[in-house]
C-alpha cells in the first residue's frame, strides 16, 4: 500500500490500526495523534469569538494501549525520525510506549502557541504550550537544525487564516518540522492525518506523504488540500474555482 513509483502523496480513508499493518517502510512518521483523556474532557475556547465560545473534541481521546500498537507500528516503519504530538498530560503514556517499542526516545519539543484560547474562568492558568515526543530508530541519528533547540514559536491555526479540523496545527509549525527532521524526496507518514496539514508541507519541501484518516470528511478535506497544493493554490482558493499557473501547465508543478 505504500506509494507507486510516479506517486508523491496519497491519503488513505481507514483506521490506522487497521492499515499501518499493511504498509512498508516509510523514512519518518510526523503525525498528531488524539491526545489524552484530561484534554478532551476539556471544552476548547476560541480567543476569535470575542467571548467564551466552547466546542469539544468531537473525537475519542487515545488510550495507552493504542499508543503501544502506533509505537510497535512505527518502529517497524520508520527508518529514522518518530514524531508525535501530545499534549504535558501524555508524554508519560508515549514515553513508555516508545521505549517499550525499541524506539530511542530523544526529548520533548515544545510548540509555545501563540494567540492560543485564555483560561475562561480565570482560577488557573491557560494552556500555552503543546508537546512533541521525538523519537528515533536506534543508531545514527541526524537532523537539519545543528544546535537548535526543540522549542517552536507559531501562532495557531485559526491565526493563518485557515482552519478545517478542531485541532489542526498550524502550517507554519509543521513547515518548520518536517524541514527541520527530513530530507527532499522523504517519505513521510501521518496515521493521523486529519486536515492533512503535515501534509501539504511535505508537498511544499519536496517530500512524498502517506496519509492515514478514518474520518470521511476530515479525510475528503485532506485530499482536497493536498490537490489543491499540487496546483499552487490553498484549499480555500481552489474552492473558490481560482486557477494557477499549474492549471495552465497541465497540472504540474
Request: hydrophobic share 55%; net charge negative; charged share 20%.
Given at each position: 500500500m505504500n506509494l507507486a513509483v510516479n506517486e508523491r502523496w496519497r491519503v488513505i480513508h481507514g483506521d490506522c490500526r487497521e492499515v499501518l499493518p499493511k504498509l512498508g517502510q516509510v523514512d519518518h512518521v510526523i503525525t498528531d495523534p488524539p491526545y489524552s483523556d484530561w484534554t478532551h474532557s476539556k471544552n476548547r475556547g476560541n480567543p476569535l469569538a470575542g467571548r467564551a465560545?466552547?466546542?469539544?473534541?468531537?473525537?475519542?481521546a487515545i488510550t495507552q494501549v493504542e499508543r503501544e500498537f502506533c509505537a510497535l507500528e512505527f518502529q517497524r516503519l520508520a527508518r529514522r525520525w518518530v514524531i508525535a504530538w501530545t499534549d504535558f498530560e501524555g508524554i508519560s503514556g508515549w514515553v513508555s510506549a516508545v521505549c517499550s517499542a525499541q524506539l530511542e526516545h530523544i526529548r520533548c519539543g515544545v510548540w509555545i502557541k501563540g494567540g492560543c484560547a485564555p483560561q475562561m474562568s480565570g482560577d488557573r492558568p491557560g494552556t500555552g504550550a503543546e508537546c512533541a515526543i521525538i523519537a528515533h530508530r536506534p543508531g545514527r541519528k541526524r537532523w537539519n537544525g545543528g544546535g537548535l533547540?526543540?522549542?517552536?514559536?507559531?501562532?495557531?491555526?485559526a491565526l493563518e487564516g485557515s482552519k478545517e479540523h478542531t485541532t489542526q496545527k498550524p502550517l507554519s509549525l509543521m513547515l518548520e518540522l518536517v524541514e527541520l527532521f527530513t530530507d527532499p524526496g522523504d517519505l513521510v507518514l501521518d496515521p493521523f492525518c486529519g486536515s492533512g496539514t503535515t501534509g501539504v508541507a511535505c508537498l511544499r519541501l519536496g517530500r512524498r506523504f502517506i496519509g492515514i484518516e478514518r474520518d470521511a470528511k476530515y479525510y475528503q478535506v485532506a485530499v482536497d488540500r493536498l490537490k489543491a497544493e499540487e496546483r499552487g493554490l490553498t484549499l480555500r482558493d481552489a474552492r473558490a474555482g481560482q486557477t494557477s499557473i499549474f492549471d495552465a501547465m497541465g497540472g504540474e508543478p
Open positions: 465560545a466552547l466546542k469539544e473534541i468531537e473525537f475519542p533547540s526543540a522549542v517552536w514559536h507559531h501562532n495557531i491555526a
